[in-house]
């Protein structure tokens, strides 16, 4: 069961998009499997994407015709990732972006894939022959509800938010949907991101904002360590509003905004839903000589089975936090700096055991199903945050069946 989360259902309409829905039957019958987002005349789309080396056919492809042409629809399925397939699931690949450019009267370039599934497999060709034409029938701009369902894999519950903001006299709507629930470490997880805005991004702008918004959100959370083969995070912005942003100005500030907090709702949104988690832990770094170190202890602590098996017991066995931060390979230590807490109890002072600790206050925080490890190092001003889960029998138990 995810983790203080509540499926958002009342989404707002982002003018320009419209989303169909199909069960095209990727994987598995009766259920939705594929979404196709169409994109109005002009719109602007950056992308942040995995860095595993293993990326999949759709990733590479995605960010070629991201280079060529002007997106005019995304196709998603689930099911089956499409990665690890070869030069046959490349041509695969290609292959689904031109059945649906024919069907809309678009070019193959125009299209951009996303796949999320089972990797290895070779990609179910039938099940788009059915899917696509099914989508392309009920495009509607209200089938975000739907859309978040029908791009799960392991979620328990779909995963979407919207937020409207008045600016210059004008609403701006942001929508946006992600799944992923194991397989997630991103560097820029398994994941996919879609946020639309009916605001006017410029495209020199529209990178640098997809890069910095997933950095503080997509790119801060971590549930088992695994960075997946098909992470795509893509910022989409329409126009439509009539609301056109420059940087600099109030305007661009309000929107950017209100896109971190879309963003950061969907990212935490995973963490909550993580494979089996019972708890959503907030790890805090401060005081540290760069982003980089903040960032190694952090992913340290936040990716030890030791540490994470013990905030699934609620067991305060703080020196397995103690051990994480000396191993994240941080140079010259100064020990007699380190301070640690969980939330305002604090286990670690100057280095060692707090005098005021005990063990009942360690584990009274540990039961609550959220709480906060804060790390100060002492070393400088650097400050950075992530999120992520214990680590429960359920995890195991939903990996190894994974594929049955």
């Given at each position: ?8 259902e ?48 759709p ?5 070629r ?57 070779p ?14 029938g ?17 979620d ?21 949907l ?83 907090e ?9 963490v ?8 959503f ?10 982003v ?30 103690l ?11 100064d ?29 009274g ?17 650097v ?22």
């Amino acid at each position: 069961m995810a983790v203080n989360f509540t499926v958002f259902e009342d989404f707002a309409v982002v003018k320009g998009v419209r989303v169909g829905v199909a069960q095209a039957g990727v994987r598995k019958k009766d259920r939705d499997d594929m979404v196709i987002f169409e994109l109005a005349e002009g719109t602007q789309v950056a992308g942040v994407f995995t860095t595993n080396a293993f990326c999949a056919a759709p990733v590479h492809i995605c960010r070629r015709n991201l280079e060529k042409a002007e997106p005019r629809f995304l196709l998603i399925n689930t099911g089956n990732a499409n990665a690890g397939t070869g030069p046959k699931g490349f041509r695969n690949a290609e292959t689904t972006c031109e059945m649906l450019a024919k069907a809309a009267g678009v070019a193959p370039e125009q299209v951009l894939p996303f796949s999320t599934g089972v990797i290895g497999e070779p990609l179910n060709m039938e099940a788009f022959e059915r899917g696509i034409p099914a989508a392309l029938g009920n495009l509607a701009e209200d089938n975000w509800a739907r859309a978040g369902r029908g791009i799960m894999t392991t979620d328990t519950l779909p995963k979407g938010f919207s937020k409207q903001i008045e600016v210059e006299g004008k609403t701006v709507t942001i929508t946006g949907l992600s799944k992923g629930a194991g397989m997630i470490m991103p560097n820029m997880a398994t994941m996919l991101g879609f946020i639309a805005t009916d605001a006017a991004i410029p495209a020199a702008v529209m990178q640098g904002w997809a890069r910095k918004l997933a950095d503080k959100s997509f790119n801060r959370i971590t549930i088992d360590g695994d960075t997946s083969t098909n992470d795509s995070c893509m910022l989409i912005a329409t126009g439509q509003a009539g609301v056109s942003v420059e940087e600099g100005t109030e305007t661009a500030d309000a929107v950017f905004a209100a896109l971190e907090e879309v963003f950061r709702v969907l990212a935490q949104a995973i963490v909550r839903d993580g494979e089996g988690a019972t708890k959503f832990v907030t790890i805090d770094v401060e005081h540290a000589a760069s982003v980089r170190e903040a960032l190694d202890v952090a992913y340290t602590v936040a990716h030890s089975p030791l540490v994470k098996t013990a905030l699934y017991a609620s067991d305060a066995n703080w020196g397995r936090i103690l051990a994480a931060v000396g191993r994240s390979g941080v140079k010259d230590f100064d020990l007699e700096k380190v301070q640690i807490y969980l939330d305002d109890v604090q286990i670690v002072e100057d280095g060692g055991r707090c005098d005021s600790y005990t063990e009942e206050k360690g584990a009274g925080v540990l039961a609550h199903s959220e709480f906060t490890i804060r790390i100060e190092l002492g070393r400088g001003d650097v400050n950075e945050r992530l999120w992520t889960c214990d680590l429960s029998h359920d995890y195991v138990s939903i990996n190894a069946d994974y594929r049955s």
